[in-house]
C-alpha cells in the first residue's frame, strides 16, 4: 500500500492542501494519521477520484438558465455618466 502525504494529493489534485484537510476531516478523502501526520492511500484516492466521477456522470443535467430580470433598472453613479 503506497500512502502519499497531503502535499501530494494536493499536487496531484491541483486542489490546495487546506481543500485536501478539509475533504479529509469532512470524511469525504479516507485518510490515516500516523506520528501526527496524515496520509492518504493511493487505492483510497483512487477509489474517491472514481466514486466523484459516477456522482458527477448522474449528476450531469443541462443548467437551468435564471430569468432575466427586466424589472431591474442598471445603477449608474454620478461619476459614471460624466466620463
Known amino acids: 500500500m503506497k500512502l502519499m502525504t497531503v502535499s501530494e494529493v494536493s499536487t496531484m489534485l491541483k486542489l490546495s492542501k487546506s481543500k485536501i484537510y478539509d475533504m479529509v476531516s469532512d470524511g469525504m478523502l479516507p485518510s490515516l494519521k500516523i506520528a501526527g501526520s496524515v496520509r492518504i492511500s493511493e487505492?483510497?484516492?483512487?477509489?474517491?477520484?472514481?466514486?466523484?466521477?459516477?456522482?458527477?456522470?448522474?449528476?450531469?443535467?443541462?443548467?437551468?438558465?435564471?430569468?432575466?430580470?427586466?424589472?431591474?433598472?442598471?445603477?449608474?453613479?454620478?461619476?459614471?455618466?460624466?466620463?
Not at 456522482?55 to 450531469?60: D, F, K, P
Not at 443535467?61 to 453613479?77: A, D, E, F, V
Open 43 to 83: 487505492s483510497d484516492l483512487l477509489s474517491f477520484l472514481e466514486s466523484c466521477r459516477r456522482e458527477g456522470a448522474e449528476r450531469m443535467q443541462p443548467r437551468r438558465t435564471l430569468p432575466k430580470l427586466r424589472h431591474l433598472k442598471p445603477r449608474c453613479t454620478d461619476r459614471a455618466r460624466k466620463a
